[in-house]
């Protein structure tokens, strides 16, 4: 094995083949009769193939607020639902007003939009309604069928905190009520519940949270 | 032998779902989050339209880690997918001709395209793991085509130097490889 540790060095150069012709044909030479520098060159080889799919790519450095983007956004998206029963139509929900007196003297505006999602072939496509208010009032709701209607799930933050206040979540159309619930909101003004409601999905339109006879958010599925 | 990184990946997001601090999270996109920016910005051409897919790409591997399977793709591949879903999506909502911007993408998909770009992404990924000194040969000496003798005579080193760099740099390229499964151990 003389001229090994002189010829290692040289190994990686030439599965580049950066070296000089003089110096490739003494490498060749010698691991033609070295079968541990054969090996070290064999296990370099197919390497140069795959460097150069890499030529042009740089991994950017992604921007220091990117991280916790996506952990908010995670973290506002719980709970998770699919909603298999929802077309892909409804990928778009139009923006809506609320039409009611909101909490607190704001106007409310409500952005509805439809997270969707089909990560993996042929897997049922997952949604989120999400509900924003102006004001400072926002939630979410995820629908699921069960046994005998619906269970909505809902998050809600930016109601006055810790108050007694009883909210109730209605599913809705045109001339016909169905109740899923109520709810309280924590101290912090956030609730999350689950609540079931006989209405069946396809059967109501709307999602409306009212406290009383006012109108908190509406959420239209259109 | 240590478990190779891709059951640790799986590892991860198995706890995904379940873990309420957001450090399988952070792990997962701090592995993955680089590489599928620049994925999602040679797609698409721009930097905020790459950074939504990637918020996207992670918020749907958190809806759907209870699907993921690790005996059908590794984390990688997995995460590669959603990006792509998301990108035709994307293109989707950009295109005044819906249909066409789709089928490009699928015809793209079909030619194996999303592997060969993932490969491409994952051994940049596997360089950048590497020290800048032994980066820089493997850049110079592959991707413009120099001589040792010539890296020598840029860069001032001894060209003993730049072999044995050049030997060293391609060992530890290997051994990352051999870790992301890329090259079989």
Known sequence: MTGCEHVRHDLGAHALGALEPAEAAAVEAHVATCPDCAAELASLQPLPALIVRADGLEIPSPPADLEERILDRVAASRPRRRMSWLPRRFGRLTATALAGVAVGAAATALAIAVIGDDAGGGAAPSYDLVLDGDDGVSARAAFEPNDGGTEVHLWVDGLPPGGKAVYEVKCERPGWSAGAGTFRADAQGKAYVVLTTAARIGEYERIRIVRGDENVLTGNLN | ?185
């Open chain 2, 1 to 185: 032998m240590p478990a190779p990184p891709a059951t640790e990946d799986a590892r991860i997001v198995e706890r995904l779902r379940t873990d309420e601090t957001g450090e399988a999270m952070r792990a997962l996109y701090r592995t993955y989050g680089g590489e599928l920016l620049g994925f999602a910005q040679r797609s698409l051409g721009d930097r905020g339209a790459a950074e939504e897919i990637v918020q996207e790409v992670f918020l749907r591997a958190w809806r759907h880690a209870g699907r993921y399977d690790a005996e059908r793709a590794t984390v990688r591949t997995w995460l590669y997918r959603i990006a792509r879903n998301a990108i035709i999506d994307a293109r989707r909502r950009a295109s005044v001709r819906p249909a066409a911007a789709t089928r490009e993408a699928e015809e793209q998909d079909s030619g194996g395209s999303i592997e060969q770009a993932m490969l491409g992404w994952q051994v940049a990924a596997a360089l950048e793991r590497l020290t800048p000194e032994h980066r820089q040969m493997i850049r110079m000496a592959q991707f413009r085509g120099m001589s040792m003798r010539e890296i020598a005579h840029e860069t001032g080193l001894p060209v003993g130097t730049v072999k044995s760099r050049t030997w060293y740099a391609l060992r530890s390229l290997r051994l990352v490889l051999e870790e992301m499964g890329v090259v079989p151990q």
